[in-house]
């Protein structure tokens, strides 16, 4: 019966101690577990605030690129439209400057021409007193070939002035294209064809003005002609 008993305690005892080393597996196993889980999810949570912070960088990225291309949109308009006002001041001063030195080129060339009308008419009067009618035509056509002489000499003026002017307006708008092009690149191209077409608009109405101005001019010359011509009939009559 000792044997029996001591047998029974023996296998009792190892039953315990298998127990406790089988419940302290258990709880360093569940530990190990828990730790692990929670590792895990310390490197989920930093990657997903990592991710969470390079969308939100992307995002704000995207909105200061937006923002920036707005922006460099706004200045490409702004500086166009200051080329365009500084063009077109200096256009509306080289425009009132020519205007009043053609007035003033005029009056002269009209002043002197009514000078020298006065004292022709006064020689003529004296000469038509003395010679004969011969002579008397032959002055009247030497006349009628200074006038003519003077009308081709004011239109090659004209003409050489007008051609001038836009040697000089296409060698400005060459310059001003070059200088678009390496300063501007792409982003300026509207605005040099923009003031290409305003350019091609102020040498349209300059040149309808220079029209306008021509055909007044010859009617004037041409009815001075008449006057001075019914003057020289009046006085051959």
């Known amino acids: 019966r000792m044997v029996q008993l001591q047998t029974a305690w023996r296998r009792f005892s190892k039953q ?21 889980q929670t590792l895990k999810y310390q490197i989920i949570r930093s990657n997903m605030i ?31 439209y200051l080329v365009m006002l500084d063009i077109a001041q200096q256009n509306f001063s080289a425009k ?30 004296r000469f038509s007193k003395q010679m004969e009618y011969a002579k008397t035509r032959d002055a009247i056509i030497h006349i009628q070939a200074s006038l003519r002489c003077f ?5 090659y003026q004209i003409i050489r002035s007008n051609m001038i002017q836009l040697q000089a307006s296409f060698r400005a708008y060459r310059q001003r294209k070059v200088f678009l092009v390496f300063k ?3 982003i300026q191209v509207q605005s040099v064809v923009r003031s290409y077409l305003v350019m091609l608009d102020i040498a349209q109405q300059n040149f309808s003005a220079k029209k306008i101005q021509t055909a007044f001019r ?18 051959q009559t």
């Open 96 to 125: 009132k400057i020519q205007t009043a030195f053609r007035r003033f080129s005029q009056m002269s060339k009209y002043q002197q021409i009514l000078g020298r009308m006065v004292q022709l008419q006064t020689a003529w009067r």
């Open 218 to 235: 010859r009617f004037s010359q041409m009815s001075k002609y008449q006057q001075i011509l019914g003057r020289m009939v009046q006085l």
């Open 16 to 36: 315990m101690e298998y127990a406790k080393t089988r419940d302290a597996i258990i709880h360093i196993q569940a530990s190990l577990r828990c730790f692990s």
């Open 184 to 186: 501007f690149a792409a």
């Open 151 to 155: 009308s081709q000499t004011l239109k």
């Open 50 to 80: 990592q991710l969470q912070a390079s969308f939100r960088a992307y995002r704000q990225r995207k909105v200061f690129l937006v923002f920036k291309f707005a922006a460099i949109q706004v200045q490409s308009v702004v500086r166009s």
